[in-house]
């Protein structure tokens, strides 16, 4: 099941549950119970379309087993309990507080996290190496031209369950999906990425095996529904901060596409070369022309500088948020369709410290956009939304220099003076200085 992602931080809550299938299929009513238990023919129906769909073999066996929701929520909540703590949970979150992102009388408890559980149909765990369908409410709508295809698959619901999750297996033994997320720990941003085109691959592999073909056409018609979805989830989660919920549905909906995006250029050789090569960040799942026809990588940020002046100040996060997460900050604070989450697309990299003294919060936040205008357009901008989700007593001060915009916000920022000059000395911008104004 992996790490923990949310206000934790925003991608931590994210990594626990990444590998769970939200839904069987993108054109599902939520009516009905999942149609039972596949039997032996059946399973081994599925897992030769998933085989032959991919081009891969499995190369050991992957225990399945069926679950209720409580049995599930229980397995979660063990996860959860394993994997972090209240006081984690809580600094996490006066993190997002601090930013916009999260709103200010938010609380998130474990069972909070755990509850997530009741909204996956199914998930394959790369530390147990084992599936587990969930008894839970769906049922699939299938358009009239694939019914005829499924005849062999009476148990849809289960079977599209069960081809989801059989891929992530697919993944795992082929491509060691677990080693590679772990290579992006405390980098959210391109974890999410990772993460994208893990479930995007598996969201299409196990819509396949429902409609029984794979080509540009069924691809096609699967992306046009896409969105279908995300409103059901996401009223499946209301009360729920949109920096938990959407990073968890836009794996599956922006990663689809992005893979999709892949198969249409070099069919499933094209998806496999993502494994090898996956895409960096966010910002190019949600643009692919960035990653397939002009490859522009986030730029690396290092922040350093001013640990000799906090050095009484304890670091409890460190990470990078990226272009999704900095798009949804925007839009809590100004509106779901402001113009400006324009201003979120120029991002070209972030690094983000968060410090802890007490019960007092300080976030230190060095982002580079692509020009000094946009960093501009940020500053101002970003100016605007401290001055509204915050306190008129919290302190912050931000300063640009050319593309780079550096935030300070809570009690640390009142010493900005004192280390403002090293910060801007010591820190790096794909390793190189920042240059002086």
């Known amino acids: 099941m992996g790490e923990i992602l949310g206000g934790i931080r925003p991608g931590r809550f994210i990594a626990i549950i990444a590998s769970a299938c939200v839904v069987v299929a993108f054109f599902c009513k939520l009516a009905a119970a999942q149609d039972g238990v596949l039997s032996g023919s059946e399973a081994a129906v599925v897992k030769a379309r998933v085989e032959k769909i991919r ?89 009239e031209r694939y019914r005829s295809t499924v005849t062999e698959l009476k148990k849809l619901e289960t079977a599209g369950t069960l081809g989801h999750e ?16 772990k290579k992006f720990k405390g980098d959210t941003d391109h974890e999410l990425a990772y993460k994208a085109i893990v479930e995007g691959d598996a969201t299409l592999s196990g ?26 989830f ?8 949109r920096a938990m919920t959407y990073p968890f549905i836009f794996q599956y909906t922006e990663g689809a596409r992005f893979v999709a995006e892949a198969y249409h250029r070099k069919r499933w050789d094209g998806v496999n070369a993502l494994f090898t090569g996956p895409p960096l960040s966010t910002q190019q799942i949600m643009h ?34 990226g272009e999704l997460m900095l798009k949804i900050m925007i839009e809590r604070t100004m509106g779901e369709q402001t113009p400006y989450v324009e201003a979120a697309a120029k991002w070209a990299g972030d690094r983000i410290v968060a410090l802890q003294k007490g019960k007092s919060m300080t976030v230190l936040w060095m982002l580079t956009f692509r ?33 780079a ?20 000395r010591q820190s790096r911008i794909d390793n190189a200085p920042i240059e002086a104004p």
């Open 55 to 143: 081009g891969l073999k499995l190369t050991a066996n992957v225990p399945v087993s069926y679950l209720s929701v409580a049995e599930t929520e229980s397995r979660f909540r063990t996860e959860f309990a394993r994997e972090t703590s209240q006081a984690e949970i809580d600094a996490g979150v006066d993190e997002g507080k601090l930013i916009g992102l999260y709103p200010p009388d938010m609380k998130i408890e474990r069972k909070d996290l755990a509850d997530m559980a009741l909204e996956l149909a199914g998930f394959y765990d790369p530390r147990q190496k084992d599936i587990v369908v969930i008894d839970r409410p769906i049922a699939v709508a299938l358009p």
């Open 207 to 232: 819509f396949s095996v429902v409609t029984g073909r794979v080509d540009d056409q069924t691809i096609d018609y699967f992306d046009t529904h896409l969105q279908d979805i995300v409103p059901i």
């Open 234 to 241: 996401m009223g499946r989660t209301e009360g729920k901060p």
């Open 288 to 321: 692919p022309e960035l990653y397939f026809d002009h490859p522009t990588p986030a730029k690396t940020v290092m922040l350093a500088g001013y640990e000799k002046v906090l050095r009484d100040w304890k670091k409890v996060d460190e990470d990078t948020l």
């Open 405 to 424: 915009v550096f935030v300070m916000i809570g009690d640390g920022a009142i010493r900005y003076h004192e280390f403002l000059p090293e910060v801007w």
């Open 166 to 181: 059989l891929t992530h297996a697919l993944q795992d033994q082929h491509f060691d999906i677990e080693a590679a997320q």
């Open 371 to 403: 020009n000094a205008g946009c960093a501009d357009n940020f500053n101002q901008l970003y100016s605007g939304i401290l001055d509204k989700v915050l306190p008129a007593t919290t302190a912050r001060k931000i300063e640009q220099r050319g593309p």
